[in-house]
């Protein structure tokens, strides 16, 4: 595949309901690993482009920093839909999540969809993930990540994923991966690529390499794909 940026047919007026990075990126997991990422190190820091039809219209930031035995895990998304050089969408999402041996045990996750505000929160609680949001309140067994961890590996091993922005609880299917050499930052890297569908007409495909580093993202939603791509 020569290029990571999606470019999708179609036009006209943009129908974005929610983002959801990646129908990923929900319960039911066991514990989960971050690929070769060694436990006592933070993974680097990824900055991901984001492209709708071919035209950049924002970012996906996500660091990492270790505190002890705590992976604290900042997402940032900031996207804009311009049309004429007018804003016609506008998306904003921040999260703060805390990975103890290798599993998610709090998220913190605020979203403006176009100028409406949503929360969901996370935490482990006798062995459980406690979910809090929109959707209501319910627990799922402990090792379950929500949507935006797909800059870990462990997500395709897992059957369900907790929504970022409603904490619907959404059941996803994951094909065996499949070796591809993809371009990334201008070189050929060689690849695993999995394609995962989910419930709630989501879908999408996540690219590592052979460090399970996440090297790009193609995110299905409400008939919007959007392509993320590694910044230069």
Do not use: C
């Not at 369900?160 to 409603?166: E, I, N, P, T």
């Amino acid at each position: 595949m020569a290029r990571s940026v999606v470019r999708p047919s179609g036009g006209g007026t943009p129908r974005f309901g929610r983002r959801r990075a990646i129908a990923l990126a929900g319960g039911g997991m066991a514990a989960l690993g971050f690929g070769k990422h060694a436990a006592a190190t933070a993974p680097t820091d990824l900055q991901l482009n984001v492209f709708r039809q071919g035209s950049p219209i924002g970012t996906h930031v996500i660091r990492f920093s270790q505190a002890g035995g705590t992976l604290q895990v900042a997402s940032e998304v900031d996207l804009r839909v311009k049309v004429a050089f007018i804003t016609v969408y506008s998306y904003r999402q921040t999260s703060n999540d805390d990975w103890e041996d290798e599993v998610l045990v709090r998220s913190r996750i605020q979203t403006n969809d176009n100028g409406k505000d949503t929360s969901v929160e996370a935490e482990a609680r006798d062995g459980k993930l406690a979910v809090q949001g929109p959707a209501g309140s319910y627990t799922t067994p402990l090792g379950a990540m929500t949507d935006i961890s797909f800059w870990n590996e462990a997500i395709t091993r897992g059957p369900a994923l907790v929504d970022s922005q409603s904490a619907e609880l959404i059941k996803i299917q994951v094909e065996a991966a499949t070796r591809e050499r993809i371009e990334v930052r201008g070189q050929p890297v060689d690849a695993r690529r999995f394609a995962m569908t989910g419930t709630k007409g989501r879908s999408g495909t996540v690219w590592y390499d052979d460090a399970s580093s996440l090297v790009k993202a193609v995110v299905i939603t409400r008939g919007e794909t959007l392509g993320y791509e590694l910044a230069a």
